[in-house]
């Protein structure tokens, strides 16, 4: 039971920690509330903290543990951080980036890993598998820190890869790792402009269809909207539930707008719009109606779309042609 206890305080602790609440916008936008109270209801509806326990009275008991970061009311039904969460929290110069575990690793078992090269007081205060879209581990990690000592040391370690080949682990500061992805992302940004330059140029090149690939469970209407609310807010509210939104369709001063998620997404709008319900987010003091399209609904959303994106393209590629004619897209001739 004690064991129990400690994995379960410990996930919780890492909840509402410096390394994860900063970043964790739907768990932070919680705590922006009730003067930081949370129930620990949503909590517990984590999936992590399902695997670990599913008893209330269990994990009421093990969080009132915390010796200095969180407390428990009363009525054992909310808790908050004891103590203010500090701006400006950048845990990337106390962290590293590792590639090369095999890819059924567990997060206990890359813990383990790294836990036999620290030395005396040096600690792991949190680590993210990195995941395909699938979920499927990728094989890397990132591994915060006590210090940025401490991961400077391990950072500058040879380690061995624990699988049959034992390949050396590719091992690097994380703010390099993200400053090498920062530039391999503007090269293909910048091959791809080239490569776009290139084709409108060729005069021959046919004409691409256009597709209209319609992605299901992707579309959220969502009505009883605050005065003065402004599209970056509806997109900001959405993605407090860890969704990815593409386009935000809203004009300011209607009461309803409609919000489209990403293919990339990985929770989808039917769990998207239950989180944020159940959870009763507010977005600029009031509680939005959320109504996912399906059906019929969802057919003659994506129809409009397609329509008004299709209509834009052709309007452009005829503006492209136009220019430097004599009256569409140039200037008049003077006679």
Do not use: H
């Not at 503006?319 to 004619?325: A, Q």
């Amino acid at each position: 039971m004690a064991e129990v206890d400690a994995k379960i305080l410990k996930q919780v602790e890492f909840y509402f920690s410096n390394s994860n609440l900063p970043g964790d916008k739907f768990l932070r936008g919680l705590t922006q509330k009730e003067d930081g109270w949370v129930d620990i209801s949503v909590i517990s509806s984590f999936k992590m903290m399902k695997k670990l326990s599913e008893d209330q009275v269990v994990i009421v008991a093990a969080i009132r543990k915390s010796p200095e970061l969180l407390e428990v009311n009363e009525e054992g039904t909310k808790l908050r951080r004891k103590i203010p969460l500090p701006e400006n929290v950048d845990i990337t110069p106390s962290s590293i980036y590792a590639k090369g575990f095999p890819e059924d690793y567990t997060l206990a078992q890359i813990n383990e890993f790294f836990g036999k090269v620290l030395e005396e007081k040096e600690k792991i205060l949190s680590t993210r598998l990195r995941r395909f879209k699938d979920k499927k581990f990728k094989g890397s990690v990132f591994i915060e820190f006590d210090s940025v000592a401490t991961a400077q040391r391990v950072a500058g370690l040879t380690l061995k890869a624990p699988t049959e080949e034992a390949a050396d682990l590719l091992v690097k500061m994380k703010g390099d790792y993200l400053s090498e992805k920062k530039e391999e992302m503007l090269a293909r940004k910048n091959s791809k402009k080239r490569k776009n330059t290139d084709a409108a140029e060729d005069s021959k090149e046919p004409e691409v269809a256009f597709k209209r690939d319609v992605v299901l469970d992707s579309i959220i209407k969502i009505e009883n909207l605050p005065e003065g609310c402004m599209r970056e807010d509806i997109k900001s509210y959405f993605e407090g539930a860890d969704c990815a939104v593409a386009f935000v369709e809203f004009n300011k001063g209607n009461e309803l707008g409609y919000v489209r998620l990403g293919e990339e997404s990985e929770i989808k709008a039917a769990a998207t719009a239950a989180k944020l319900t159940e959870a009763k987010t507010e977005l600029e003091g009031k509680i939005p109606a959320l109504t996912v399209l399906t059906g019929d609904d969802e057919q003659a959303y994506w129809t409009k779309t397609f329509d008004l994106q299709e209509a834009k393209k052709k309007g452009r590629s005829n503006n492209k042609k136009g220019k430097g004619g004599g009256y569409r897209g140039g200037k008049r001739q003077r006679k």
